[in-house]
């Protein structure tokens, strides 16, 4: 079983950078592919991006396209979310998930991740 954690949340201001971290512990996570999603008060949790299990593709939500970006490091066990531009409507908390690994495509829905972290809060003020 993998398990996940994210840090690297915090409170930043709008136009500010933050690099979050999903460190996995347990089995590897090198053959799956790992999703990022957000969760803002109120709303339903949304997908913000993936990246494959080899590192070579990433997909991204439009929100966010241009201003984030998805690493990995197999190695280290840890996948990254690299956030720019941060705007107030990216308050959320973030959590990395790990999709089920039967399914071989990215998926951009939360009921194809079968893992997930517990999650960093991220606030952007204006």
């Known amino acids: 079983q993998v398990q996940l954690v994210e840090s690297g949340g915090g409170l930043v201001q709008a136009g500010d950078s933050l690099r979050l971290s999903c460190a996995a512990s347990?089995?590897?996570?090198?053959?799956?592919?790992m999703g990022w999603f957000r969760q803002a008060p109120g709303k339903e949790r949304e997908f913000v991006g993936a990246?494959?299990?080899?590192?070579?593709?990433?997909y991204y939500a439009d929100s966010v396209k241009g201003r984030f970006t998805i690493s990995r490091d197999n190695a280290k066990k840890t996948v990254y979310l690299q956030m720019s531009s941060l705007k107030p409507e990216d308050t959320a908390v973030y959590y990395c998930?790990?999709?089920?690994?039967?399914?071989?495509?990215?998926?951009?829905?939360?009921?194809?991740?079968?893992?997930w972290g517990q999650g960093t809060q991220v606030t952007v003020s204006s």
């Open positions: 998930a790990s999709q089920k690994p039967t399914e071989l495509y990215v998926h951009t829905t939360r009921e194809m991740y079968d893992i």
């Open positions: 347990g089995r590897t996570i090198s053959s799956l592919i």
């Open positions: 990246i494959t299990w080899d590192g070579v593709n990433a």
